[in-house]
């Protein structure tokens, strides 16, 4: 069974720094393109960056120049390095990934649980 565990959130204040880490575990092949989302109090989930299997990274307008997702392939987890955090930053953060439990059979999407982000002014 494929699980991802998200941690490092918290509270911090405003102009400060967080790392999230996702870790995936369980019975896996492969982990193809792996993405952060957040969903903030009456809104809707929102995609804050992606990477692919490889090293190639997107990002929203609203994080960009400030967060930096990365990926370590052996350890099978993914990381999120935000900085310069703003109080609209607040929200639980997801991690996303597809994820090949088979060779032969196509990827299936998993998520974790989320970790709360708080940014205080």
């Known amino acids: 069974q494929v699980q991802l565990v998200e941690s490092g959130g918290g509270l911090v204040q405003a102009g400060g720094s967080l790392r999230l880490s996702c870790a995936a575990s369980g019975s896996i092949w492969r982990i193809d393109a792996m993405a952060w989302y957040r969903q903030a109090p009456g809104k809707q989930r929102e995609l804050v960056a992606t990477?692919?299997?490889?090293?190639?990274?997107n990002y929203a307008d609203s994080v960009k120049g400030r967060f930096t997702i990365s990926r370590d392939n052996a350890e099978k987890t993914m990381y999120l390095q935000m900085s310069s955090l703003k109080p609209e930053d607040t929200a639980v953060y997801y991690c996303?990934?597809?994820?090949?439990?088979?060779?032969?059979?196509?990827?299936?999407?998993?998520w974790g649980q989320g970790t709360q982000v708080t940014v205080s002014t």
């Open positions: 990477i692919s299997g490889g090293t190639r990274t």
């Open positions: 996303n990934a597809a994820i090949r439990v088979r060779y032969y059979e196509p990827s299936s999407e998993y």
